[in-house]
Nanobody, 120 residues
Framework: QVQLVESGGGLVQAGGSLRLSCAASGRTFGSWPMAWFRQAPGKERELVAAISSGGTTYYADSVKGRFTSSRDNAKNTLYLQMNSLKPEDTAVYYC??????????????WGQGTQVTVSS
């Protein structure tokens, strides 16, 4: 029923910027905690940023100060603005949602991911 679709990935040079979008279905989008995850080759999936239904954000230390997560509830869309990109940011980026009634600490809806590649 619920679908999340990421877009905006691509190839950029180090120091460049990129904005990812996650379009979500569902009329209760505004009540879902959301998050961005990424998985790089040979590494485990990691939490990049999280945002509450009220807009409170959390960032991993590796991206704090460079990435900004936001949401537009009227458009059912989650964003991740990525600035000062580094080669280490290269990964597949996924958005995730904790749907209404979901368990705290768990995400039960996931997008298919969008590739971000940062060249040296």
């Amino acid at each position: 029923q619920v679908q999340l679709v990421e877009s905006g990935g691509g190839l950029v040079q180090a120091g460049g910027s990129l904005r990812l979008s996650c379009a979500a279905s569902g009329r209760t989008f505004g009540s879902w905690p959301m998050a961005w995850f990424r998985q790089a080759p040979g590494k485990e999936r990691e939490l990049v940023a999280a945002i509450s239904s009220g807009g409170t954000t959390y960032y991993a230390d590796s991206v704090k100060g460079r990435f900004t997560s936001s949401r537009d509830n009227a458009k059912n869309t989650l964003y991740l603005q990525m600035n000062s990109l580094k080669p280490e940011d290269t990964a597949v980026y996924y958005c995730a949602a904790r749907l209404t009634g979901g368990k705290p600490g768990e995400y039960d809806a996931w997008g298919q991911g969008t590739q971000v590649t940062v060249s040296s």
